[in-house]
T-cell receptor, first 118, second 117 residues
Framework: NAGVMQNPRHLVRRRGQEARLRCSPM?????VYWYRQLPEEGLKFMVY????????ESGMPKERFSAEFPKEGPSILRIQQVVRGDSAAYFC????????????????FGPGTRLTVL | AQKITQTQPGMFVQEKEAVTLDCTYD???????LFWYKQPSSGEMIFLIY??????QNATEGRYSLNFQKARKSANLVISASQLGDSAMYFC??????????????FGQGTELSVKP
């Protein structure tokens, strides 16, 4: 059973370009969380999605960032017009249940995508 | 609002000795979950141990144990018999109740552990 997959693992963009980060959850998981880790910091929650729905986007910057989790295919985190401050590691986590899972609802993390903005 | 604090930016321990990594948390909700993750230099997040707020006993997983002191709101990670491979960043995290929009994890700033041979 493959784990959470993220691609690309490393992404380099110039300022003003778009970055697309992909996350394929574990088989059978329909809940996806995105976190961002700035250099020398802990992970910060960005957004929680279920298939075709954004449930909690309280951690998403108001502009340039968007996320989706379509019925088919991976979850996508999209950053438009990237700036140097977007350079970070972006982690995706998936879980089999969300609201019904209780506190012990382990989130399985992917390996992360390291975005570098030149 | 929930908050996790790790006050030790870096720690050193001699190989084969035990080490305690501190974590304090703040929440007004009686239901919560506490997690520890390890992040080696390769960058992935590895789950280590979980403690629920209603669990009567401290959690243990192999060489990892969680010293849960609810009244003090602390959830320290104890690693026994340290190994060189334990050198990594360690993050404490708290999970909000899942009925509150799905249960995102709130992470502390991390502690970098270095194990000396």
């Amino acid at each position: 059973n493959a784990g959470v997959m993220q691609n690309p693992r490393h992404l380099v963009r110039r300022r003003g370009q778009e970055a697309r980060l992909r996350c394929s959850p574990m088989k059978g998981h329909s809940h996806v969380y995105w976190y961002r880790q700035l250099p020398e910091e802990g992970l910060k929650f960005m957004v929680y999605l279920q298939k075709e729905n954004i449930i909690d986007e309280s951690g998403m910057p108001k502009e340039r960032f968007s996320a989706e989790f379509p019925k088919e295919g991976p979850s996508i985190l999209r950053i438009q017009q990237v700036v140097r401050g977007d350079s970070a590691a972006y982690f995706c986590a998936s879980s089999p249940t969300g609201l019904a899972g209780g506190l012990w609802n382990e989130q399985f993390f992917g390996p992360g995508t390291r975005l570098t903005v030149l | 609002a929930q908050k996790i604090t790790q006050t030790q930016p870096g720690m050193f321990v001699q190989e084969k000795e035990a080490v305690t990594l501190d974590c304090t948390y703040d929440t007004s909700d009686p239901s919560y979950g506490l997690f520890w993750y390890k992040q080696p230099s390769s960058g992935e997040m590895i789950f280590l141990i979980y403690q629920g707020s209603y669990d009567q006993q401290n959690a243990t997983e192999g060489r990892y144990s969680l010293n849960f002191q609810k009244a003090r709101k602390s959830a320290n990670l104890v690693i026994s018999a340290s190994q060189l491979g334990d050198s990594a960043m360690y993050f404490c995290a708290m999970r909000e109740p899942v009925y509150n929009q799905g249960g995102k994890l709130i992470f502390g700033q991390g502690t970098e552990l270095s194990v000396k041979p």
